[in-house]
Nanobody, 125 residues
């Protein structure tokens, strides 16, 4: 059974940076998609970024392009989300997901086989 554990969340002022980590324990097959999602209070969960573990293909939601970077360390089974120039509207619970089902969209939370419990990010103005 694969478990995903997120860490690195916290409270920062606008303009600051945070790096989130998602450590996968157990076997995660190679050449799969891993992603970060977020959900703010009263809003739907949205895909933030995804990365193909077998290469360099990435996707980002428009609102974070140029500010967030997703990366991985395959040896450590860990995916990162570097978040720079944070804005108050980035405040949300951030979740990690892994192993996208065939035919699922990268930003479809329910299409991932494994999903984490989340880490809170709060950005103050």
């Amino acid at each position: 059974q694969v478990q995903l554990v997120e860490s690195g969340g916290g409270s920062v002022q606008a303009g600051g940076s945070l790096r989130l980590s998602c450590a996968a324990s157990g076997y995660v097959r190679s050449n799969t998609l891993m992603a970060w999602f977020r959900q703010a209070p009263g809003k739907q969960r949205e895909g933030v970024a995804s990365l193909w573990t077998g290469g360099e293909l990435t996707h980002y939601v428009d609102s974070v392009k140029g500010r967030f970077t997703i990366s991985r360390d395959n040896a450590e089974n860990t995916v990162y989300l570097q978040m720079n120039s944070l804005k108050p509207e980035d405040t949300a619970m951030y979740y990690c997901a892994a192993d996208l089902s065939p035919g699922g969209g990268w930003d479809s939370w329910s299409a991932y086989k494994y999903r984490g419990q989340g880490t809170q990010v709060t950005v103050s103005s």
